[in-house]
Each structure stands twice: as C-alpha cells, then as structure tokens.
C-alpha cells in the first residue's frame, strides 16, 4: 500500500505521484521563464531596429563617423546618436546621398558646398531637411538655377541660406 505524502492542489497524493507532479511544475515553470525571456529578447531586437536609421551612402557615413556617428555592418546608426548632431559640413563630394539626414533633428547648421547639387537634387531630400529646425544653410558653389524647391516647406527656424 503507497503512503500518501503530502497535499497537492487540496488533494492528499502518494510520494511517486507528489514528485511528478512538482516536476512538471518546475518544467512548466522553466517553459514560462524561457517564453518571457524570448518575449524580452524579441521586444528588444524591435526597438534596436526602430532605434536605428539607415545610411545607405558610405561617403555619408564616413562624413557621420568624423562626428562621432558609427555605423554598423549593415549601414545603419543610431537614431539618438543622430540627434546629438548639430552642425554638419559636407564639401566637394559629389552625388553625396544623405538620406537619413531627417532624423537629425536638432541640426541648426547644414553645410552642402560644392557637391553638385541641383534643384532637383535638393527636391529628392526637401522633406527629410524640412523636419530639422535649420537656422542656417549653406549649398554655395552648386549648380543651383533657383530656390523653388523651397515653396510649400515650412522652414520656419532658417535664419540664412547661402545659394551662391
């Protein structure tokens, strides 16, 4: 005749049965604790990746990394790092593509020279510039023919524009 053990869920069980049970209970336990932390882990890797902004042009990133700005493997920086920059010059690079520029929100100064740049070039990043409170901004020495490119923006903070 088995003895009973102890209490399990308000029911007395035998010593077999007691310990089963409290084993699945630990393998319950464990299988909780692994799905939370996989939770966790693909909680993180989402904000990592919406934490992140692409810059598909290496000369742009190579121009990010002399501020400090590092790029991973695959071109990406971090978005906070982007924040922190507040003055950008970029000269003599020609057909330079700064997308990603946008999330340089508090970019005050914005140094464009000598780079190529037509109106329709401007055109392509007009709304990623407009989303960074300017005040000053230099595309002197470019191939500008006007500044249409400005009409309909709302680049209410851009004190001076330099398109000699």
């Known amino acids: 005749m088995e003895r009973y053990y102890g209490e399990f869920g308000g029911q007395y069980v035998s010593e077999s049965l007691m310990n089963t049970l409290k084993e699945l209970e ?33 000369t742009f990133r190579a121009i990010l990394k002399e501020h400090g700005i590092e790029a991973d493997e695959k071109g990406f920086v971090k978005r906070a790092d982007m924040e922190k920059l507040a003055s950008l010059s970029i000269c003599d690079k020609s057909g330079i593509d700064i997308t990603g520029i946008g999330y340089a929100v508090n970019l005050r100064e914005l140094t464009l020279e000598k780079c190529g740049i037509t109106s329709d070039w401007v055109k392509k990043y007009i709304d990623e510039i407009e989303n960074i409170s300017l005040n000053k901004w230099s595309l002197a020495g470019n191939e500008l023919t006007d500044v249409s490119f400005l009409e309909g923006t709302y680049m209410w903070n851009l004190q001076s524009l330099d398109v000699s």
């Open 26 to 58: 630990k393998a319950e336990e464990k299988e909780e604790k692994k799905e939370i932390e996989n939770d966790q882990t693909k909680e993180k890797k989402e904000a990592d990746t919406q934490e992140m902004v692409e810059i598909p042009d290496p």
